[in-house]
């Protein structure tokens, strides 16, 4: 079930957050930890995003990587792309950030309920996904299975592993782990995400696909589950684009006929298979 939208006088009111926590991830992803100054409840589905932004430093749409039971605290991790990711990077413990949201369409948790579902995470595309394991952590027979594919571009772009392996070592998630460029000290998978796929054992009508990452490795992972004979319907992908208002007014994140950040970000493959396939749309 869906968790209830904060109440707010408008849209555009953020609510005030400070800083608990910074964690660089690598040279250009860092983690923020926040908590929330009003102590008022924060109540978000997996998936969807917020817009954060530092005193002076505008405002950017990241997504929501904590587990949705806490309440009273946020995590979100961001890559430094721009001027906003590098304002919000110089926030440095005990200060201030505006947190407006959460906005847009989470993933559909409960069409996977009691199904195997699989989460495949390309590079920052992991951190939309952790509420779900989150969730499977505290609710362990929601899922007949929970499969993490996972992949980034070298060993020190992953990200959270300790936590993944954490969660699989208490069985809470299967994880298969890979990367594109090895370094000598690397002994697992080496390929993109994709080529995990083929080693999985499913049910195909019986399996729900959660896909987060680059369009084009979301296409491709669509397209190679498709083969193993899941339905359409059962894939979902999480589109990324340059959201400004978050209320679909402004008309940044327009993908044809659709505001990514009020109809998505998650949308059913089916709705956006062209639309993935047109370049520079």
């Not at 926040?34 to 998936?47: Q, V």
């Not at 929501?64 to 309440?71: E, R, Y």
């Not at 390309?122 to 505290?138: C, E």
């Not at 505001?259 to 709705?271: A, I, S, T």
């Amino acid at each position: 079930m869906d968790h209830p939208l904060n109440p707010a006088p408008s849209p555009f009111v953020p609510q005030l957050f400070i800083v608990e926590e910074k964690k660089k991830e690598s040279s250009s992803v860092f983690t923020l930890y926040l908590s929330s100054i009003e102590k008022k409840p924060f109540y978000f589905s997996p998936g969807q995003f917020n817009m954060l932004s530092a005193i002076g430093g505008g405002e950017a749409a990241i997504s929501i990587a904590s587990d949705p039971t806490d309440t009273l605290h946020l995590i979100h991790t961001i890559r430094i792309v721009g001027n906003v990711t590098q304002a919000l990077n110089r926030l440095q413990q005990k200060d201030f950030v505006f947190v407006r949201g959460p906005y847009g369409k989470g993933w559909p948790i409960e069409q996977a309920k009691d199904k195997t579902l699989v989460l495949v995470a390309g590079g920052i595309g992991l951190p939309p996904l952790l509420p779900i394991i989150h969730k499977a952590n505290k609710e362990k027979e929601f899922f007949k299975k929970l499969i993490l594919l996972y992949g980034a571009r070298t060993k020190d772009d992953l990200l959270f592993i300790p936590f993944l392996e954490k969660m699989a070592n208490e069985k809470i998630i299967d994880l298969h782990i890979t990367i594109d460029r090895p370094s000598r000290d690397w002994k697992g998978h080496v390929g993109t995400v994709t080529t995990l796929i083929s080693n999985l054992t499913i049910d195909p009508q019986q399996t729900v696909v959660f896909c987060c990452g680059p369009e084009i490795m979301m296409r491709f992972t669509a397209r190679e589950f498709e083969r193993r004979e899941v339905p359409k319907d059962n894939i979902f992908c999480s589109l990324e684009r340059n959201m400004k208002c978050a209320i679909g007014i402004c008309g940044h994140c327009q993908l044809w006929g659709y505001f990514l950040c009020k109809d998505g970000p998650v949308f059913p493959y089916g709705r956006i298979q062209e639309l993935l396939t047109i370049e520079e749309l």
